[in-house]
């Protein structure tokens, strides 16, 4: 769908940090951007900021997204799929309940995992998700094309799309996110009661303190809804983060000095090798898949990356002119060529792969 200028139309329901640097990132790229907020003088700072091009949601958008607090995502995103004809999307940093109360083909759950220090519309960058994972959570009976195009708006923000289950993702993001924060306020918190005590204490938090408590600053309101939504996969990361500290403390007590430093080696090394994004276009395949005429098959494709660990360095569906079908033109990166091959024929895909560069 196009507006008479021939832009794109999206809508952006709630205009906090993400949804001010979405609505500031697809506006950049020639997008008219509708945008909707409770705070009306937010609304009103976006429309002089040249971030939206209006107030309220735009019907004929093809794409919303919701980027209101978790709790309030369901009733939004309801409120979306009924006043538009898009796709809708939405930002939270929990799934499973949101996708569980949302049954609709044109509802793709995701986020985007990005952020900064700044709060609120003061913080919109239009390069936020540049670089950045974005989760996006198809569900079994997805529809291809509502996938395929959210992913298609997320990709030209720059971001990296990954595909997960909702559940897999809860998991995962307890234990890359939401416990960190909760590690991170916990130091925080003692360091403060500490330096009632010792005045110098806090004057003595250098570098890598203050870097490993930055994300204690976050939004209190924010992190009440994410723990209150995601308790059981945080009370799991944190029973096993307890229980890492434990044998920590043991081996400590203990003077077990090669156990300990077998442990922080460990450690060391999966930090240096926590993997990055595909740079170098001649050392990277590019697998064609005929999408097979069964719900969900396009986010299969990104949801056996993300199993097998594969990055997908670039990603778009064409449509063959004999017929209705599409197929997928994915570039990976060739070293993981013969593991992707193997678990998309045995999911009962059959792509073919050629070189690049």
């Given at each position: 769908?196009?507006?008479p200028?021939n832009?794109?139309?999206?809508?952006?329901?709630?205009?906090?940090?993400?949804?001010?640097?979405?609505?500031?990132?697809?506006?950049?790229?020639g997008?008219?951007v509708?945008?909707?907020?409770?705070?009306l003088?937010?609304?009103?700072?976006?429309h002089?900021?040249?971030?939206i091009?209006?107030a309220?949601l735009n019907?004929?958008?093809?794409?919303?997204?919701v980027?209101?607090p978790?709790?309030q995502?369901?009733?939004q995103?309801?409120r979306?799929?009924?006043?538009?004809?898009?796709?809708?999307t939405?930002?939270?940093?929990?799934k499973?309940s949101i996708?569980a109360?949302?049954?609709?083909d044109?509802?793709i759950g995701?986020?985007?995992?990005?952020?900064?220090e700044?709060d609120?519309?003061?913080?919109?960058?239009?390069n936020?998700f540049d670089g950045a994972?974005w989760?996006l959570t198809p569900?079994?009976?997805?529809?291809?094309?509502a996938?395929?195009?959210?992913?298609?708006?997320?990709?030209?923000?720059g971001?990296?799309?990954?595909?997960?289950?909702?559940?897999?993702?809860?998991?995962?993001?307890?234990?890359?996110s939401?416990?960190?924060?909760l590690t991170a306020a916990t130091?925080?918190s003692l360091?403060?009661?500490?330096?009632?005590e010792?005045?110098?204490l806090l004057?003595?938090?250098?570098?890598?303190?203050?870097d490993m408590?930055?994300?204690?600053?976050?939004r209190?309101?924010?992190w009440?809804?994410i723990c209150?939504?995601?308790?059981?996969a945080?009370?799991a990361?944190?029973d096993?983060?307890?229980?890492?500290l434990?044998?920590?403390?043991?081996l400590?007590a203990?003077e077990r000095?090669s156990?300990?430093g077998e442990?922080?080696?460990?450690?060391?090394e999966?930090r240096?090798?926590?993997?990055?994004?595909?740079?170098d276009?001649?050392?990277v395949?590019?697998f064609?898949?005929p999408?097979?005429?069964?719900?969900?098959?396009a986010?299969?494709?990104f949801?056996?990356?993300?199993?097998?660990?594969?990055?997908i360095a670039?990603?778009?569906?064409v449509h063959l002119a004999e017929?209705a079908?599409g197929?997928?033109?994915?570039?990976i990166d060739e070293s993981m060529?013969e593991?992707?091959?193997?678990?998309?024929?045995?999911r009962?895909f059959?792509?073919?792969?050629?070189?690049?560069g």
């Amino acid at each position: 769908m196009t507006s008479p200028g021939n832009a794109r139309i999206a809508n952006v329901v709630g205009l906090g940090l993400i949804g001010s640097s979405i609505a500031a990132g697809l506006s950049e790229r020639g997008w008219t951007v509708h945008g909707d907020d409770l705070d009306l003088d937010v609304l009103e700072e976006a429309h002089q900021r040249g971030l939206i091009a209006m107030a309220g949601l735009n019907a004929a958008a093809e794409i919303t997204f919701v980027a209101v607090p978790v709790s309030q995502i369901p009733e939004q995103v309801a409120r979306a799929l009924g006043s538009t004809a898009g796709v809708v999307t939405d930002v939270g940093s929990v799934k499973a309940s949101i996708c569980a109360t949302t049954v609709n083909d044109r509802f793709i759950g995701g986020h985007p995992m990005a952020g900064s220090e700044a709060d609120g519309i003061d913080g919109a960058d239009p390069n936020m998700f540049d670089g950045a994972i974005w989760v996006l959570t198809p569900v079994t009976d997805s529809d291809d094309e509502a996938f395929t195009s959210v992913a298609a708006v997320v990709r030209s923000l720059g971001a990296e799309v990954v595909a997960l289950t909702p559940e897999r993702h809860d998991a995962l993001v307890a234990i890359v996110s939401h416990v960190p924060h909760l590690t991170a306020a916990t130091l925080m918190s003692l360091a403060a009661q500490r330096s009632q005590e010792h005045a110098t204490l806090l004057r003595l938090a250098a570098g890598g303190f203050r870097d490993m408590t930055r994300i204690a600053g976050g939004r209190t309101d924010i992190w009440l809804d994410i723990c209150s939504e995601n308790r059981e996969a945080i009370g799991a990361a944190l029973d096993d983060l307890i229980g890492g500290l434990s044998e920590v403390r043991r081996l400590i007590a203990e003077e077990r000095r090669s156990d300990l430093g077998e442990r922080l080696q460990t450690a060391r090394e999966a930090r240096i090798n926590l993997p990055g994004r595909v740079t170098d276009p001649t050392v990277v395949v590019e697998f064609r898949i005929p999408i097979p005429d069964r719900a969900g098959a396009a986010a299969e494709v990104f949801t056996l990356a993300a199993d097998l660990g594969v990055n997908i360095a670039n990603f778009e569906v064409v449509h063959l002119a004999e017929s209705a079908r599409g197929v997928a033109v994915v570039l990976i990166d060739e070293s993981m060529t013969e593991l992707f091959r193997g678990g998309l024929i045995a999911r009962g895909f059959r792509p073919s792969v050629s070189a690049l560069g």
